[in-house]
């Protein structure tokens, strides 16, 4: 196969980002993807922020022509049942931009690879790299068991890691550390005719707390009259009863959950639960010589804001920019790949923070919006994904007075 421009390790939203953008200015750029088939992931709400990404990379006539509900809004239900009032993300901003959309992730991880290769990336299915080959603490390359089942050695001069939260490098090199104050976990699927809400809050994101506060569920309409749902909680609560299955676990927490009940009671539950855990961490370095991690690969924060998927294309884009340039000028060394960490953590910070104010049994964002009004439209910010637009960080003073947030321990 030779010795390519770019190798990237991952089909997903980072994956193809990434490799679209540089194979777009004419580099060789070849992608492996293990899954033959379209798959299923969470992760299927969209921030409004990843507007910008899909523009330039020339997919919203793509995304506008699909099935996909459109997200206005999220909104919040407290331990009582009582809910808050939408944060629409139009209210200040009435760009086309403030509405993204529900996507089922199977369908819109094919339609990126798709469209990756029309970009020009070579993109092989159902390939499996078994691991990136060095020369001595560079990057060469990677072993790759092929979809006829044969090994083959394939060169690069870049190694993109997007293999999501397998973390094929990350784990390699173990640069992997766990968020320690946010070890949770979550029990998940999806069901069929659930209560959707009318007119544009039809396609609104629910975060819905239990009685108790212990746990949350986040309710995501999809297509087909589809809808996700899932609990997240402390790995020690929700798990702490080992005798108790997945479903176990989710119908308990359901039971804690009326208004919930209530959007399920005539629902029809599709495949049976799947669950994770521990999923909140990062990598202690996000490039080296010849590498650069992108998206899960490098970090997850957690699923309550739903910036997964736009972190990983913002990663993805930052990534493909600084390899261009790293292309261009001869040096692919690892601080030239990873120049776009600290711009890419100050963003992913403000959401980390927002992260830990919600779990904090001392903050209540209506108490807060009541004390700070003038707030509102920086948490709008930060749940709209533009913490690459615009300053949000004033915010954190005063929310650090109803609750404690973390450092900026990563940056």
Not at 377 to 393: A, E, F, H, P
């Given at each position: 196969?030779?010795?390519r421009?770019?190798?990237?390790?991952?089909?997903?939203?980072?994956g193809?980002t990434?490799a679209a953008l540089?194979?777009?200015?004419?580099?060789?750029?070849?992608?492996?993807?293990?899954?033959?088939?379209p798959t299923?992931?969470?992760?299927?709400?969209?921030?409004?922020?990843?507007?910008?990404t899909?523009?330039?990379l020339g997919?919203?006539?793509?995304?506008a022509?699909?099935?996909?509900?459109?997200?206005?809004?999220?909104?919040?239900?407290?331990?009582?049942?009582?809910?808050?009032?939408p944060?629409?993300?139009n209210?200040?901003d009435?760009?086309?931009s403030?509405?993204?959309w529900?996507?089922?992730?199977?369908?819109?991880?094919?339609?990126?690879?798709g469209?990756a290769?029309e970009?020009?990336v070579?993109?092989?299915?159902g390939?499996?790299?078994?691991?990136v080959l060095?020369e001595?603490?560079?990057a060469t390359g990677?072993?790759?068991?092929?979809?006829?089942?044969?090994?083959?050695e394939?060169?690069?001069r870049v190694v993109?890691?997007?293999?999501?939260?397998s973390a094929?490098?990350s784990?390699?090199?173990?640069?992997?550390?766990?968020?320690?104050?946010?070890?949770?976990?979550?029990v998940?699927?999806?069901f069929?005719?659930?209560?959707r809400?009318?007119?544009?809050?039809?396609?609104?994101?629910?975060?819905?707390?239990t009685?108790?506060?212990?746990?949350?569920?986040?309710?995501?309409?999809?297509?087909?009259?589809?809808?996700s749902?899932g609990?997240?909680g402390?790995?020690?609560?929700?798990?702490?009863?080992?005798?108790?299955?997945?479903?176990?676990?989710?119908?308990?927490e359901?039971a804690?959950c009326?208004?919930m009940?209530?959007?399920?009671?005539s629902?029809?539950q599709?495949?049976?639960?799947?669950?994770?855990?521990?999923?909140?961490?990062?990598?202690d370095r996000?490039?080296?010589?010849?590498?650069?991690?992108?998206g899960?690969?490098?970090?997850?924060?957690?699923p309550?804001?739903?910036?997964?998927?736009?972190?990983?294309?913002k990663s993805?884009?930052?990534?493909a920019?600084?390899?261009?340039?790293g292309?261009s000028a001869?040096?692919?060394?690892?601080?030239?790949l990873?120049?776009?960490r600290?711009?890419?953590?100050k963003?992913?910070?403000s959401?980390?923070?927002?992260?830990?104010?919600?779990?904090?049994?001392?903050?209540?964002?209506?108490?807060?919006l009541?004390?700070?009004?003038e707030?509102?439209q920086?948490?709008?910010?930060?749940?709209?994904?533009?913490?690459y637009?615009?300053?949000?960080?004033p915010?954190?003073?005063?929310?650090s007075?109803?609750?404690?947030l973390?450092?900026?321990?990563?940056?």
């Amino acid at each position: 196969m030779g010795r390519r421009d770019v190798i990237v390790v991952g089909g997903g939203p980072a994956g193809t980002t990434t490799a679209a953008l540089v194979a777009e200015q004419g580099h060789d750029v070849m992608l492996f993807e293990r899954n033959a088939e379209p798959t299923f992931k969470i992760g299927e709400s969209l921030m409004p922020g990843t507007y910008w990404t899909f523009k330039r990379l020339g997919l919203l006539d793509k995304l506008a022509r699909t099935a996909y509900p459109r997200k206005y809004s999220v909104q919040f239900y407290g331990a009582s049942g009582k809910a808050s009032a939408p944060f629409y993300f139009n209210q200040s901003d009435p760009h086309e931009s403030s509405v993204t959309w529900q996507v089922l992730r199977s369908d819109f991880d094919h339609m990126m690879q798709g469209h990756a290769a029309e970009k020009g990336v070579d993109v092989v299915l159902g390939a499996s790299v078994l691991e990136v080959l060095f020369e001595g603490e560079r990057a060469t390359g990677v072993r790759v068991r092929m979809p006829n089942g044969t090994v083959e050695e394939v060169g690069a001069r870049v190694v993109v890691d997007a293999s999501g939260q397998s973390a094929l490098l990350s784990r390699k090199l173990k640069l992997s550390r766990a968020e320690p104050s946010l070890r949770k976990a979550s029990v998940f699927t999806h069901f069929e005719g659930g209560v959707r809400d009318e007119g544009i809050d039809e396609g609104a994101t629910l975060i819905l707390n239990t009685r108790n506060r212990e746990s949350w569920f986040w309710y995501i309409p999809l297509p087909n009259d589809w809808v996700s749902v899932g609990v997240v909680g402390d790995l020690d609560y929700l798990f702490a009863d080992r005798s108790l299955d997945a479903q176990e676990i989710f119908d308990r927490e359901l039971a804690l959950c009326d208004p919930m009940v209530e959007r399920l009671a005539s629902a029809t539950q599709v495949f049976p639960m799947k669950t994770t855990r521990d999923f909140s961490y990062r990598a202690d370095r996000i490039s080296g010589d010849g590498w650069v991690l992108v998206g899960d690969a490098y970090g997850f924060l957690d699923p309550v804001y739903s910036s997964g998927v736009f972190l990983a294309l913002k990663s993805g884009e930052m990534a493909a920019d600084a390899i261009l340039d790293g292309l261009s000028a001869g040096d692919l060394s690892g601080p030239r790949l990873g120049r776009f960490r600290d711009e890419y953590l100050k963003g992913m910070e403000s959401i980390r923070k927002l992260v830990y104010a919600f779990y904090s049994s001392d903050f209540n964002f209506g108490a807060f919006l009541k004390k700070y009004p003038e707030c509102q439209q920086q948490i709008v910010d930060i749940l709209s994904g533009k913490v690459y637009r615009v300053d949000v960080t004033p915010l954190f003073e005063p929310m650090s007075e109803m609750c404690a947030l973390p450092e900026a321990s990563w940056t």
